[in-house]
């Protein structure tokens, strides 16, 4: 990127795009912008183009796609390989929008059998008599077991079992 009279700092650009200082310190890293050029004292210096690639980052992180899919894409060369790249991405994301869509329909039918099996005589009572808690214990699977009667438990998105007191 060329240094122009017109280039801006990272802060200006922040508050051009609604992005933190730090998140467009990140798509720069992750190449979904173009590094930015340098001033003389080696602060960040950013042009209109670098305002319009995070406004093509925004509305493509609104339609959830990934880091990794939007660094595809912009990276593409123009021609028919990037438009089936843009058209593969917007299948992928379409496709498990959908398939969450499905997710909720079960769930929101699972939760209105549960509502329904709520009878008068519950509002208001003890959470034991009621029957919709009643009704998730029954239909809640039994943990996983392991070797000693461990439980597994999840901890920051893995499932890890709890030690067990053997012997």
Same mark, same amino acid.
């Given at each position: 990127?060329?240094?122009?009279?017109? #280039?801006?700092?990272?802060?200006?650009?922040?508050?051009?795009?609604?992005?933190?200082?730090? #998140?467009?310190? %990140? %798509?720069?890293?992750?190449?979904?912008?173009?590094?930015?050029?340098?001033?003389?004292?080696?602060?960040?210096? %950013?042009?209109?183009?670098?305002?319009?690639?995070?406004?093509?980052?925004?509305?493509?992180?609104?339609?959830?796609?990934?880091?990794?899919?939007?660094?595809? @894409?912009?990276?593409?060369?123009?021609?028919?390989?990037?438009?089936?790249?843009?058209?593969?991405?917007?299948?992928?994301? @379409?496709?498990?929008?959908?398939?969450?869509?499905?997710?909720?329909?079960?769930?929101?039918?699972?939760?209105?059998?549960?509502?329904?099996?709520?009878?008068?005589?519950?509002?208001?009572?003890?959470?034991?008599?009621?029957?919709?808690?009643?009704?998730? #214990?029954?239909? =809640?699977?039994?943990?996983?077991?392991?070797?000693?009667?461990?439980?597994?438990?999840?901890?920051?998105?893995?499932? =890890?079992?709890?030690?067990?007191?053997?012997?």
């Amino acid at each position: 990127m060329q240094l122009v009279e017109s #280039a801006m700092s990272i802060g200006a650009v922040a508050a051009r795009t609604g992005f933190t200082v730090a #998140a467009i310190r %990140y %798509y720069e890293d992750m190449g979904l912008i173009a590094p930015a050029a340098r001033r003389a004292g080696g602060h960040r210096a %950013y042009g209109r183009d670098a305002v319009d690639a995070l406004a093509q980052v925004r509305a493509l992180r609104e339609l959830g796609l990934s880091i990794g899919q939007i660094r595809v @894409l912009r990276h593409a060369q123009p021609g028919p390989h990037a438009l089936g790249a843009a058209s593969a991405a917007a299948r992928a994301k @379409l496709a498990g929008v959908r398939s969450e869509i499905e997710t909720l329909r079960l769930f929101a039918a699972k939760l209105s059998d549960l509502v329904g099996k709520c009878s008068a005589s519950c509002i208001g009572g003890p959470a034991s008599d009621c029957s919709i808690v009643k009704d998730i #214990a029954v239909a =809640r699977p039994a943990p996983a077991r392991g070797c000693c009667g461990s439980v597994a438990v999840k901890q920051r998105s893995a499932v =890890r079992p709890r030690p067990a007191r053997c012997g």
